[in-house]
């Protein structure tokens, strides 16, 4: 896996996508890849998807870290390709329930007990053979929100099955581009960059990607 960066509080690597979060995936490989004896993921990355993950290496900076995402310091954004031709850009803002035993999310039209409000900011970057190149900035981490959020618009993610994308010639479009936050140990401000391999659909908007990287 593509370590980023390393210190005795973090680590930042390049998930691949079909690896899950969670301890039987990158914490496990790695601790076996570093040699380190603690890995912490801060926060999660859906299985499907690819991109950058911020670990904790000490349970204080885990602990620092998840402060951080609490009071809203923390900041991720996404690149995606969406099957449609977005609108420009703006907010989307939904109600979501997560159905656990179908590990699926419904936007719903009102409050009940497990619903959740999700908002996020987009920019369309440009637009290609019938697809939208997207970049999300998420204020709210809930599960598959950016997934289900567009596709309940009509702009499913390029690869998305389960949220009912017609093409699926390739893995979830959807990549882990930016994050930013303070370092736990130092508070110094810190932001990490990525872009995704040169694999279809990317590659329709090598341009733009190049472009946003700037």
């Known amino acids: 896996m593509e370590i980023l960066y390393e210190d005795a509080s973090l680590l930042v690597c390049v998930k691949p996508a079909g690896l899950i979060s969670e301890e039987a995936g990158v914490p496990a490989l790695l601790r076996a890849q570093t040699g380190a004896a603690r890995i912490l993921p801060v926060h999660r990355l859906d299985k499907e998807a690819a991109g950058l993950m911020l670990c904790a290496k000490t349970q204080e900076a885990a602990a620092e870290l998840s402060g951080q995402i609490t009071e809203g310091c ?118 990490f960059d990525a872009l995704p391999e040169e694999a279809w659909p990317w590659t329709l908007f090598s341009e733009a990607l190049r472009s946003s990287a700037e």
């Open 74 to 191: 923390f900041q991720k954004e996404y690149l995606a390709v969406a099957e449609g031709c977005a609108e420009e850009g703006g907010a989307l803002y939904d109600l979501l329930f997560h159905e656990r035993t179908k590990n699926k999310t419904y936007v719903v039209s009102r409050a009940r007990r497990g619903v959740k409000q999700a908002l996020l900011h987009y920019e369309r970057l440009a637009c290609c053979e019938g697809l939208s190149l997207l970049r999300v900035r998420l204020e709210t981490g809930r599960t598959h929100q950016i997934r289900v959020q567009f596709a309940s618009r009509g702009l499913p993610l390029v690869g998305d099955g389960k949220y009912g994308a017609q093409n699926r010639r390739c893995p979830l479009a959807l990549f882990s581009c930016a994050l930013f936050f303070r370092h736990p140990k130092t508070g110094e401000a810190l932001r």
